[in-house]
């Protein structure tokens, strides 16, 4: 079954990530759905997405999890500076 998140980092007013949206299914494909419908990004790893699946929705990623988050991060900055 198909799994998604959703991450939102804004550094002017959180110190961290936070899980904006999670599910897997029907529930999944919507995240995704959305994410294309607005050009975001989608990074694909299963592995990641396991892990983040267990932080609560709309707390911030831990710690411990902090180096996978920012090799997501540095695909979203190499997907979108790819144009520039």
Same mark, same amino acid.
């Given at each position: ?6 991450? /939102? @980092?804004?550094?002017? %007013?959180?110190?961290?990530? /936070?899980? !904006?949206?999670? =599910?897997? =299914?029907? !529930?999944?494909? *919507?995240? +995704? ?6 050009? +975001?990004?989608?990074? %694909?790893?299963?592995? +990641?997405?396991? +892990? ?13 999890? @902090? /180096? ?7 695909? &979203? @900055? %190499? &997907?979108? *500076?790819? *144009?520039?």
């Amino acid at each position: 079954m198909k799994k998604a998140i959703a991450l /939102r @980092y804004d550094s002017d %007013k959180e110190s961290a990530p /936070r899980v !904006v949206a999670k =599910g897997k =299914g029907v !529930v999944a494909e *919507n995240i +995704l759905k959305i994410a294309e419908i607005h050009k +975001l990004p989608i990074k %694909k790893d299963e592995d +990641l997405v396991e +892990l983040l699946s267990k932080v609560e929705l709309d707390k911030e990623v831990p710690q411990s999890l @902090y /180096r996978a988050v920012v090799e997501v991060f540095s695909f &979203v @900055y %190499k &997907v979108t *500076n790819k *144009n520039s």
